[in-house]
């Protein structure tokens, strides 16, 4: 696939939201539950997509382009990413937050196994902070595994602390680490997002040099 897209959820992708739930998470939720979060005007449940060509995305919904920090070009023309054969969408990765009073609550994020470490995770990341900071919320906080060291890195990278354990907080009797960030509203944070996700963009493009980013609008916008 050549173009990828981060986008909101829509009832067509929970088929393939919830396999990769499975795989990545051991199916933390259900169909209901994800139709729950697509109803509600509390949550903001984004997918990153691919597809062979741009026309696809933009038949799935409308969707506006993406503008990077600074002189970070959206259109990164090369070569191929990969030889594709098929012209169906593919499901790529998915989060979620949860807008409590100020905080947004990141209750999900998920990469498909064989595109991970490719910095997806990142974009995702920056795409449910700035959902976030578009609600007027100062702070954010998420539940991650004790073991998961490089999950831990990545958000330490945008600013999040350590604020406690939940014991045996998994399924698996694993402990959960709480971790917060303040300042969500602060330009400090909004620059931090803007170049993570400008270094994220450059890295698919030496990687894969074909590639076009979308995102779509909020909901309350």
């Not at 009832?11 to 739930?21: G, R």
């Not at 795989?23 to 005007?41: F, H, M, P, V």
């Not at 004790?146 to 831990?152: D, E, G, R, V």
Request: contains cysteine; glycine residues 8%; aromatic residues 8%.
């Amino acid at each position: 696939m050549n173009f990828l897209a981060c986008v909101p959820l829509i009832a067509a992708d929970i088929p393939a939201v919830l396999s990769l739930d499975e795989r990545c998470l051991g199916g933390l939720w259900t169909n209901s539950g994800y139709q729950r979060e697509l109803e509600s005007d509390c949550s903001d449940l984004l997918v990153l997509v691919g597809a062979a060509t741009p026309e696809l995305l933009y038949q799935r919904q409308q969707i506006v382009p993406f503008t990077p920090a600074q002189n970070n070009s959206t259109h990164l023309a090369a070569k191929d990413i990969t030889d594709s054969t098929s012209a169906d969408i593919t499901l790529l990765g998915m989060g979620c937050l949860w807008a409590i009073l100020e905080e947004a609550h990141i209750t999900t994020l998920a990469v498909e196994p064989s595109w991970q470490g490719r910095k997806l995770g990142i974009l995702l990341l920056c795409h449910l902070l700035q959902s976030g900071y578009r609600r007027g919320l100062t702070r954010a906080t998420l539940e991650v595994r004790a073991s998961n060291q490089k999950a831990l890195g990545l958000y330490q990278t945008f600013g999040f602390k350590e604020a406690g354990i939940r014991k045996r907080y998994y399924s698996d009797g694993e402990n959960a680490c709480i971790l917060w960030c303040s300042g969500l509203q602060g330009q400090a944070m909004q620059t931090q997002i803007d170049q993570q996700k400008a270094r994220a963009i450059a890295h698919l493009h030496n990687q894969y040099q074909q590639v076009f980013i979308h995102t779509g609008d909020h909901r309350a916008e």
